[in-house]
């Protein structure tokens, strides 16, 4: 059998809006645990500071906080507050929802950033989102700090951090 | 180690469509026919079977090894799934590898299926769950802005142009041309995939493999079932693979290191001190196109920051001096996940048998790499194999 003689061809669109379909919507919830560490990180996210471990054996300030060392495995040697300001390691510019639908012409531009937070090891980043700038004007190595919501409103989630704005 | 020679001595691959009227399991017995025919082997003399599938999210079927089962010609013997991801491709041959080098059977078939289309309102919605649930999905995560941070990262490291990158998609999409399973093979210039939508800066939508539907398969024997199949067997002469941290912020994006220790690992295996030398044609994952040139570096073919200009050079081309992806690559066959790794394996089978058509390389290689990555820039994993 050569692969001219396989018959898989693939629906045209015609024939795939006339095809008969059955779907299917999971109506799945998922209640995650934080776990230890993380709970950590979320509880001093809610009083507008960021957490990092701690570890004596590598030395390492790390984002996000963790409760164990995976490079020396060993339990890792407490926590301490990091600024909420930092480096943009880099960035994109997103015209598109997580479904790969189009944002609007008039929506405003997701701008998805990876941070080197300060007071951490150096490479420590997290993912987050940059605001209140002109994506055109965005560069890597820019500084940019945390905008928090409002104490009230914080919840203990990644979302506190608003997003990051250059300073 | 006292580990057996193991040859693949058949292979079978489907065409890459974007929606297969074909289940998983019907588009998994057409691959494994053939593959079985070319061998010249039938079912009941297979021993053992490994399936590699992508996450079951795409086809909305769980256990979907155990489902896939009767079309990989599974029924009652060792069956497993094996998954790394999108390496899983690349691993599944491996694994294959490990069930006949230890000893543990003498054959042993590969079938790597996937089924995309069945995802809506697009497959890509689907990776949604890879990003950390706790501090990564609150800020509503699209597969792409991983890849866009990696691809500026990239660029900005080596001071590289989107002009830079979008030849390897111009390259791959024109060499796909020749490929019997290819779903997207065009003639696209320079222009085309620089001016395509832009999905997510520096990304546009031709940097990007198609999501696809698409069934691989490859019979592995041992050295003596081999003698007696084939004049022609090409040998598994090195594996690797190797897995970084999921807390993918806090590396580097501009090199893969995993896919280099997954490479090293091979090469060792294979007797290779000198990859740039010594490997004659390369299949490295191209789902973006930066991707092949990340990859390429992380293979050890050139020096880091150097495949971007090879490639303007037409080093890689398939008339080159080292051959990439002259299958055309996820970005011109199609990138059914698992089965795009197996079916890059495939092509350095046909490449060394000189039986690639008019996708054959000049120079009668004799060594040939190829590699697939996957999940949150995390994974690598490689084959050498050798005629």
């Not at chain 1, 008039?106 to 937070?117: G, Q, S, T």
């Not at chain 2, 588009?27 to 025919?37: G, I, R, T, W």
């Not at chain 2, 489902?67 to 041959?93: D, E, H, M, W």
């Not at chain 2, 792409?144 to 999409?173: H, P, Q």
Request: proline share 5%; aromatic share 8%.
């Amino acid at each position: 059998m050569k692969i001219e003689q396989v018959p898989v061809k693939g629906l045209t669109s015609e024939e795939y809006d006339k095809a008969v379909k059955i779907s299917w919507k999971p109506k799945l919830q998922y209640a995650w645990d934080n776990g230890i560490a993380i709970g950590k990180y979320l509880q001093a996210l809610k009083e507008g500071k960021i957490l990092a471990s701690l570890c004596h054996g590598c030395g390492r300030t790390m984002l996000p906080a963790r409760s164990f060392c995976e490079l020396c495995w060993r339990p890792t040697d407490g926590e301490t507050y990091v600024e909420d300001t930092g480096v943009v390691n880099t960035f994109a510019i997103c015209h598109v929802n997580w479904d790969a639908s189009r944002l609007k012409p008039d929506e405003p531009r997701h701008i998805p950033a990876v941070i080197e937070i300060n007071g951490a090891s150096s490479g420590q980043g997290i993912m987050h989102v940059l605001g209140n700038v002109n994506p055109a004007d965005v560069k890597i190595g820019m500084k940019v700090r945390a905008v928090w919501k409002p104490a009230g409103e914080r919840e203990g989630s990644i979302t506190d951090i608003k997003y990051f704005e250059p300073y | 180690m006292g580990l057996r020679k193991v040859a693949i001595v058949g292979a079978g691959i489907t065409k890459f469509v974007r929606r297969a009227e074909e289940t998983g399991q019907e588009m998994s017995y057409l691959a494994v026919k053939m593959a079985l025919d070319q061998a010249g082997l039938k079912l009941k003399d297979v021993e053992m079977v490994t399936v590699g599938s992508a996450p079951d999210a795409f086809d909305g079927v769980h256990m979907k090894g155990e489902y896939l089962l009767s079309g990989a010609g599974g029924n009652n013997k060792q069956y497993i799934r094996n998954f790394v991801g999108g390496g899983t491709g690349v691993f599944a041959p491996i694994h294959g590898w490990m069930h006949v080098a230890s000893g543990a059977c003498d054959v042993c078939l590969v079938v790597c299926s996937e089924k995309m289309s069945s995802c809506h309102p697009h497959p890509q919605g689907a990776f949604l769950t890879i990003f950390d649930h706790t501090t990564e999905q609150p800020l509503k995560p699209t597969l792409i802005w991983i890849f866009a941070l990696e691809m500026r990262r990239y660029m900005e490291t080596y001071g590289l142009t989107r002009a830079d990158i979008a030849r390897v998609s111009v390259k791959n999409k024109n060499n796909a041309i020749d490929h019997p399973s290819a779903q997207v093979a065009e003639k696209v210039t320079l222009e085309d995939v620089l001016n395509s939508e832009v999905l997510a800066e520096p990304v546009h939508r031709l940097d990007i493999s198609p999501a696809s539907d698409g069934a691989a398969a490859v019979v592995l024997v041992s050295e003596e079932v081999a003698k007696r199949l084939t004049d022609k067997p090409v040998w598994i002469a090195g594996v690797g693979w190797n897995l970084d941290t999921a807390y993918w912020a806090t590396k580097d994006l501009y090199y893969p290191r995993y896919v280099e220790k997954a490479a090293r690992m091979a090469y060792e295996m294979a007797g290779i001190s000198e990859p740039q030398k010594e490997i004659h044609v390369a299949e490295p994952y191209d789902p973006f196109d930066y991707k092949e040139l990340h990859h390429m570096e992380g293979l050890l073919l050139c020096d880091r920051g150097e495949a971007a200009r090879l490639t303007a050079e037409g080093y890689t081309a398939r008339s080159g001096n080292l051959p990439v992806c002259p299958s055309g690559g996820a970005l011109g066959v199609g990138n059914p996940i698992s089965a795009t790794g197996l079916m890059k394996v495939i092509e350095i089978f046909l490449q060394l048998r000189e039986e690639a058509g008019k996708r054959q390389v000049p120079g009668k290689p004799k060594v040939g790499v190829a590699q697939a990555w996957g999940d949150l820039m995390q994974v690598g994993t490689v084959i050498v194999l050798r005629r």
